[in-house]
């Protein structure tokens, strides 16, 4: 299954490259193929550093991967002024999701989204 994990940042990548590094220290989601988009895939609303793609086996490893971003954006989140979190969205063949928390309850939300295409239950998960 092949994952792209969008952040939209006011750093100019920063925080693409930042949730990089923090995947491939994960030692979860260091299992997981990653790889940054060439300069022609990344054009359009995002830039390529604010992106990162994975390849995932199955829905454990999509879990496994939420779960690390979640933790990720939370610990950004902890550490910039304001106290905001940067706004992370999920792709896959079957729809998009903004991660909007670390909960297990949305993580689940999020990856039957993800596998089946359908919204989670409750307002966190959003297929489009």
Do not use: C, Y
């Amino acid at each position: 299954m092949r994952v792209s994990i969008q952040v939209e940042s006011d750093h100019d990548g920063v925080d693409g490259a930042d949730l990089l590094r923090w995947l491939r220290k994960d030692p979860i989601a260091a299992q997981t193929q990653f790889s940054i988009p060439s300069a022609d895939e990344g054009r359009g609303e995002m830039g390529v550093p604010d992106t990162v793609q994975a390849v995932l086996e199955s829905a454990v490893g999509l879990g496994s991967l939420l779960v690390a971003v979640a933790a990720w954006r939370d610990a950004r989140r902890q550490n910039r002024a304001g106290n905001t979190a940067a706004v992370v969205r999920v792709r896959t063949g079957s729809g998009t999701v903004e991660i909007t928390g670390d909960d297990p309850s949305e993580v689940s939300r999020l990856v039957q989204a993800l596998t089946t295409g359908r919204p989670g239950v409750g307002g966190d998960a959003s297929a489009e």
